[in-house]
């Protein structure tokens, strides 16, 4: 490939004049199927300060849209909430009183092919639910379709709060988790499609920080009853869903569309209103030329007959874009992260109810503090680079618990107890810098802009079947009346994450620093995962127009 070359683009692309900016519309063919001259400058113009842009360059300009991205990703704070909440009222007193069984030697148990069902249940609906959002987010659009899932959201925790028994607290969580599968493809999608480039590993990792943001209020909260005897115990902590999605439609009517969306829809003159509100002042007068570059790149997928159905997931390069969003979070499933058992394994692993719930608390705030530190890792090493280094701690830490049981006083000194616990928390901090957030970012970065929605529908899918293999065995694995595997389940998890740590090194791209126009170019050129990195972009294959130009 030729060096890089900046200058030759930069004197190229200041060749347009300034009145090239005084078009509302962008002028094409009339079969869309090239930008004119004075369009593809401007493209060329945004792609030079897309990598010139300094990330407190990007979050002046931008501000607006991190904002708007950071009220729709909150959608995630309540489905890691109800998602998680089931899972620790295993260990709530009040919970197994009421709905729970005797067992002899251990009081009151929920039983395990119930804790199965209703852990199941969104996981089951997330495979669903995934599927169908990505019908409504292309028909009507990211605003109108997250605004009709958090009025369904409502209607289903009445349905939590009020449910009488076993059985209709189980149906609710399956009708409820084909909502969550929803928000699992909307928040990082829309967040992707909003902000630049050197905002958006920043802001689609906030989704991230967003389901430790549930998962931390809600061990809290059930804190807070864990004392509690009767049926309140666990209904209030049900019914105080009902504040996010009040909060996010009170804000959401002036929250714009998705610019890529309105682009795909023809609507040129509304994707330049939407960058106009996602911008400061500053910005607009560049947003032409980053509207250039969005259609340039939305012309480009379609030169590569990049379709726009499931099927088209699952042809040339696109199908390995899936296998990579996909396999992320099945890495990640099977990390062995325990926050969705973890007072529950706290507890039987030999603490009392008080203090596995403290330590339940203690490792969902070190995973606040630290996917909000994630930034740092992101920018610092790239996204293969610390997924890489996650992964590796990850599985050091879940071997030295898992050997700590073959001590020969483990049953009878409670030392190792804490010990465990302890490092189960130092590796929820690692797992919160590097593999909790770079799923949600590579996932959100590695599909066609054309296919974003349905590929992230798919790999919420994949995501929720990989889970729900955990869901169903991590009961049977630990629960008393089973298994009884207590910390020892970690040899199961430790194993696993060999093959995960195979799969990262060998097919892993670094997304990182790059336009989503380059990286369509890098998955139609085959380039392998480990060379994505240093690649240089011959610009001549993506701008025609450039043929005797030097390269980017």
Request: hydrophobic content about 45%; some cysteine.
């Amino acid at each position: 490939m030729e060096p890089k070359s900046e200058v030759a683009m930069v004197e190229h692309a200041n060749t347009c004049s300034d009145d090239d900016h005084k078009h509302d519309t962008l002028a094409a063919t009339e079969d869309g199927g090239k930008l004119d001259a004075t369009d593809e400058r401007k493209a060329i113009q945004a792609t030079l300060s897309e990598h010139d842009l300094t990330i407190w360059e990007a979050l002046r300009r931008y501000k607006k849209a991190a904002l708007w991205s950071m009220l729709v990703s909150m959608s995630i704070i309540m489905r890691a909430y109800d998602i998680e909440i089931t899972g620790n009222f295993y260990a709530l007193p009040a919970f197994r009183e009421h709905l729970g069984e005797h067992v002899d030697g251990h009081g009151m148990e929920i039983p395990v092919q119930w804790q199965v069902a209703m852990s199941m249940g969104p996981i089951v609906g997330q495979v669903a639910g995934a599927w169908l959002a990505a019908v409504p987010m292309d028909s009507v659009g990211r605003k109108k379709t997250l605004a009709i899932y958090l009025i369904m959201t409502s209607a289903l925790i009445f349905m939590q709060v009020f449910a009488p028994n076993r059985t209709v607290l189980t149906v609710s969580m399956y009708l409820a988790g084909i909502i969550w599968g929803g928000y699992h493809v909307l928040a990082p999608v829309y967040a992707s499609e909003v902000l630049p480039l050197r905002l958006r590993g920043i802001f689609i990792a906030y989704v991230s920080l967003c389901y430790v943001m549930g998962q931390f209020i809600q061990t809290g909260i059930t804190r807070a009853f864990v004392s509690w005897s009767s049926v309140w115990a666990y209904k209030i902590p049900y019914a105080l869903q009902w504040v996010w999605p009040v909060f996010i439609l009170a804000f959401l009517y002036w929250c714009p569309e998705s610019p890529w969306w309105l682009i795909r829809q023809n609507r040129r003159d509304d994707a330049k209103k939407a960058l106009d509100r996602l911008s400061s002042k500053q910005g607009h007068a560049h947003n032409h030329d980053v509207l250039a570059m969005m259609v340039k790149t939305d012309i480009y997928e379609r030169q590569l007959e990049v379709g726009a159905t499931f099927r088209d997931c699952f042809k040339g390069p696109n199908l390995r874009r899936l296998e990579i969003a996909s396999a992320v979070f099945i890495v990640q499933n099977f990390s062995g992260n325990p926050v969705g058992f973890a007072v529950y394994l706290f507890e039987q692993t030999g603490l009392s109810s008080e203090n596995a719930f403290n330590m339940g608390i203690g490792l969902n705030g070190v995973g606040f503090v630290r996917v909000f530190c994630s930034m740092f890792p992101i920018i610092w090493f790239g996204r293969r680079r610390a997924w890489m280094y996650g992964l590796n701690y990850n599985i050091a830490c879940l071997w030295v618990v898992a050997f700590m049981c073959l001590a020969p006083d483990y049953k009878t000194n409670q030392a190792y107890s804490w010990a465990q616990a302890s490092i189960l928390t130092t590796m929820q901090l690692v797992y919160s810098l590097t593999i909790g957030p770079l799923a949600y970012v590579i996932s959100s970065e590695v599909p066609s802009t054309r296919l974003r929605a349905k590929t992230l529908s798919l790999t919420a899918t994949f995501n929720g079947m990989s889970y729900l293999v955990i869901t169903v065995a991590g009961p049977y694995l630990l629960n008393p009346g089973s298994a009884n595997t207590g910390a020892m389940i970690e040899f199961l998890w430790g194993g696993l994450s060999l093959f995960s740590f195979a799969w990262s090194f060998f097919r892993l791209p670094e997304t990182g620093d790059r336009t989503f126009e380059e990286i369509d170019y890098l998955f139609e050129n085959r380039v392998p995962a480990r060379k994505f990195r240093g690649y240089i972009i011959d610009e001549t294959h993506i701008f025609p127009n450039m043929k005797n130009k030097e390269s980017i």
